[in-house]
């Protein structure tokens, strides 16, 4: 049974002076146990450059391999009107440039793609990203899974959510809080914890990278610092796993590693990182996350400056949450977190043209 849908769920600050946040669970019960987490969509019409809203959003990864891994691509439409909606894909299949626009007309709540939609021309063991661009403002969510194998229709307990980014948002400075290597494995044939870093160029051409990681001291892993650069033509994902060519000095992995990393670039880029784990056969061991701008970052306060403590809970009026059911989710075969032991690397350098139109008006089924 499929107990996907879609709705929309609006929480509004009954004061307008109070920063919120509001964060959302994915569950799946029509296979194997699926669970994701992504951020609500900000809203700031006062401030839209500081949002999750444009007309021109990039979503940092999509995939469609036969081993299973697929992603599911969700628009949601904030315009006063129906919207004409593109999500355009860019990427290799095997080394084969791939440049494919899925187009939709009047849209006026929201719009699912699986890169398993067979009635699209993705191609097979494709890796890349996906521009979606519209007259209206609109936000995104990108979704990724994983089936037993291409179409089985079987999913594995891999299921994860993260932000698309509006284009404007890109910056040359974010921070990963969370990143793994070979940390606690559970057996000698166990790999542990670990992550992948992607790097997404915001203009689609390329860019000087540099990645930084520093361990926690009391880890039991080296604690760095480990600094390393590399060119990033369109896109490219570093796994932390990988024996080289991993985000980490050449020759210098560490073993294991727990810590945090920074991602520098020339150009403004986005950037999301990966945590998953081995340890626990049975379960969603897989997790996403979005980055943190370097304009987000606050400066811890200088040594021995007091912490102003509150003397009392201030009381926040009641907020308003309203639901209205939209259009029912496509059954997304399983959104795919990259795990092979070398890395892939996109490769538009610069903004190529599409080379197939398809007309899909309504939402695909996957």
Same mark, same amino acid.
């Given at each position: 049974m499929n107990t996907q849908s879609g709705g929309l769920l609006e929480v509004i600050n009954a004061t307008g002076n109070n920063d919120i946040v509001a964060a =959302?669970?994915?569950? +799946? @019960?029509? #296979?194997? +146990?699926l669970f994701g987490s992504y951020d609500g969509f900000a809203v700031r019409p006062d401030d839209p450059g500081s949002d999750d809203v444009g007309t021109d959003v990039v979503m940092p990864l999509a995939i469609k391999w036969a081993t299973g891994w697929y992603t599911v691509i969700g628009v949601q439409n904030l315009g006063d009107s129906p919207a004409d909606i593109s999500i355009r894909y860019i990427g290799t299949a095997e080394e084969v440039p791939v440049? =494919?626009?899925?187009?939709? @007309?009047d849209v006026t709540n929201v719009v699912f793609h699986s890169t398993y939609d067979e009635t699209t021309p993705i191609p097979l063991n494709f890796i890349g990203y996906a521009i979606v661009t519209s007259d209206q403002p609109v936000a995104g969510l990108l979704v990724r899974g994983k089936q037993t194998a291409y179409l089985s229709n079987s999913n594995e307990p891999t299921y994860t959510a993260v932000n #698309?980014?509006?284009r404007d948002n890109g910056e040359e400075e974010w921070h990963l809080p969370l990143i793994y290597r070979r940390h606690q494995k559970a057996s000698p044939e166990s790999i542990g914890w670990n992550s992948w870093i992607q790097v997404q160029v915001a203009d689609g051409g390329s860019a000087s990278v540099t990645l930084r990681f520093v361990g926690k001291p009391d880890s039991g892993c080296p604690a760095g610092p480990f600094e390393t650069s590399a060119v990033v033509n369109g896109s490219k994902v570093f796994y932390m796993n990988a024996d080289d060519d991993n985000g980490f000095p050449p020759g210098q992995s560490p073993d294991c590693f727990l810590g945090a990393a920074q991602v520098t670039g020339t150009k403004p880029l986005i950037v999301i990182a990966n945590v998953s784990s081995d340890s626990f056969p049975g379960g969603d061991n897989e997790?996403?996350?979005?980055? =943190?701008a370097g304009s987000r970052v606050t400066a811890p306060p200088p040594p021995g400056t007091a912490t102003p &403590?509150? &003397?009392s809970t201030p009381t926040v009026p009641g907020a308003t949450a309203t639901i209205t059911p939209v259009n029912v989710l496509p059954t997304p075969t399983s959104t795919p977190t990259p795990t092979p032991? @070398?890395?892939p690397t996109e490769t538009?350098? @610069? &903004?190529? &043209?599409a080379t197939s139109t398809p007309t899909a008006t309504s939402t695909p089924t996957v």
């Amino acid at each position: 049974m499929n107990t996907q849908s879609g709705g929309l769920l609006e929480v509004i600050n009954a004061t307008g002076n109070n920063d919120i946040v509001a964060a =959302v669970d994915l569950y +799946r @019960s029509d #296979g194997n +146990r699926l669970f994701g987490s992504y951020d609500g969509f900000a809203v700031r019409p006062d401030d839209p450059g500081s949002d999750d809203v444009g007309t021109d959003v990039v979503m940092p990864l999509a995939i469609k391999w036969a081993t299973g891994w697929y992603t599911v691509i969700g628009v949601q439409n904030l315009g006063d009107s129906p919207a004409d909606i593109s999500i355009r894909y860019i990427g290799t299949a095997e080394e084969v440039p791939v440049d =494919v626009i899925i187009p939709y @007309s009047d849209v006026t709540n929201v719009v699912f793609h699986s890169t398993y939609d067979e009635t699209t021309p993705i191609p097979l063991n494709f890796i890349g990203y996906a521009i979606v661009t519209s007259d209206q403002p609109v936000a995104g969510l990108l979704v990724r899974g994983k089936q037993t194998a291409y179409l089985s229709n079987s999913n594995e307990p891999t299921y994860t959510a993260v932000n #698309g980014v509006p284009r404007d948002n890109g910056e040359e400075e974010w921070h990963l809080p969370l990143i793994y290597r070979r940390h606690q494995k559970a057996s000698p044939e166990s790999i542990g914890w670990n992550s992948w870093i992607q790097v997404q160029v915001a203009d689609g051409g390329s860019a000087s990278v540099t990645l930084r990681f520093v361990g926690k001291p009391d880890s039991g892993c080296p604690a760095g610092p480990f600094e390393t650069s590399a060119v990033v033509n369109g896109s490219k994902v570093f796994y932390m796993n990988a024996d080289d060519d991993n985000g980490f000095p050449p020759g210098q992995s560490p073993d294991c590693f727990l810590g945090a990393a920074q991602v520098t670039g020339t150009k403004p880029l986005i950037v999301i990182a990966n945590v998953s784990s081995d340890s626990f056969p049975g379960g969603d061991n897989e997790a996403m996350y979005n980055a =943190v701008a370097g304009s987000r970052v606050t400066a811890p306060p200088p040594p021995g400056t007091a912490t102003p &403590t509150p &003397t009392s809970t201030p009381t926040v009026p009641g907020a308003t949450a309203t639901i209205t059911p939209v259009n029912v989710l496509p059954t997304p075969t399983s959104t795919p977190t990259p795990t092979p032991t @070398s890395a892939p690397t996109e490769t538009p350098t @610069s &903004t190529p &043209t599409a080379t197939s139109t398809p007309t899909a008006t309504s939402t695909p089924t996957v």
